[in-house]
């Protein structure tokens, strides 16, 4: 039972539009959300987190909006960059990112074209 | 932010042989460390999880004879992946356990011929 579901394995966006990356999960019990940037052949890079108790969390072209009711979450990156291009990750924890293992789900390919 | 280190970075071994990884953390004590396999096109499989000072907790269908885990000190935990087999080649990552996440390291390649 997949429990952090990405259903999308890739995306193709033109440079400087947006990426909008979704994640969704089933386990109530998650309360912290992280996104991880992964190259080829490295290991994965924290991106940005968001807590349950909130909705939004912004860091520069990357935002994070989470919904509860619909145990969905998703990443915005704007604009997006050839850089951005690499696979991203979502998890999942309880008790908080550094309680609980990471639950990870199949990443989603992102390809920005210049 | 905090860094992870894995040592070595690529390793192609025979058939039957003994590899062991290293995984440092290098900024900040980690009590806790987690070992990670992923395969290709699927997402990262947690193998086990890595204490400090006690045994290392594995994920069902991980064997605990074949992968050995030590956790000997807050910055340093190995992965030994004893008699290894083709079917181990895979890439390796470990994460250590942060104030306000887990920080991954860069990864192993394991080809085993």
């Known amino acids: 039972d997949q429990q952090v579901k990405q259903n999308s394995p890739s995306l193709s966006v033109q440079e400087g539009r947006i990426s909008i990356l979704n994640c969704d999960y089933t386990n109530s019990m998650f309360d912290y959300f992280l996104w991880y940037k992964k190259y080829p052949a490295e290991g994965p890079t924290f991106l940005i987190s968001?807590?349950?108790?909130?909705d939004k969390n912004e860091d520069g072209r990357f935002t994070v909006f989470l919904n509860k009711s619909a145990k969905h979450l998703s990443l915005h990156i704007v604009p997006s960059q050839p850089g951005d291009s690499a696979v991203y990750f979502c998890?999942?924890?309880?008790?908080?990112?550094?309680?609980?293992?990471?639950?990870f789900g199949k990443g989603t390919k992102l390809s920005v074209k210049p | 932010g905090a860094v992870v280190s894995q040592h070595p970075s690529r390793v192609i071994c025979k058939s039957g042989t003994s590899v062991k990884i290293e995984c440092r953390s290098l900024?900040?004590?980690?009590?806790?460390m987690f070992w990670y396999r992923q395969f290709p096109k699927k997402s990262l499989m947690l193998m086990a999880t890595s204490n400090e000072g006690s045994k290392a907790t594995y994920e069902q269908g991980v064997e605990k004879d074949k992968f050995l885990i030590n956790h000997a000190s807050l910055t340093l935990s190995t992965l030994t992946v004893t008699s290894a087999h083709p079917e181990d080649s895979s890439f390796y990552i470990c994460?250590?356990?942060?104030?306000?996440?887990?920080?991954f390291g860069p990864g192993t390649r394991l080809t085993v011929l």
């Open positions: 900024d900040f004590q980690a009590t806790t």
């Open positions: 994460s250590a356990r942060g104030p306000t996440s887990q920080f």
């Open positions: 998890a999942a924890s309880n008790y908080g990112g550094s309680q609980g293992n990471l639950i």
């Open positions: 968001i807590s349950s108790i909130k």
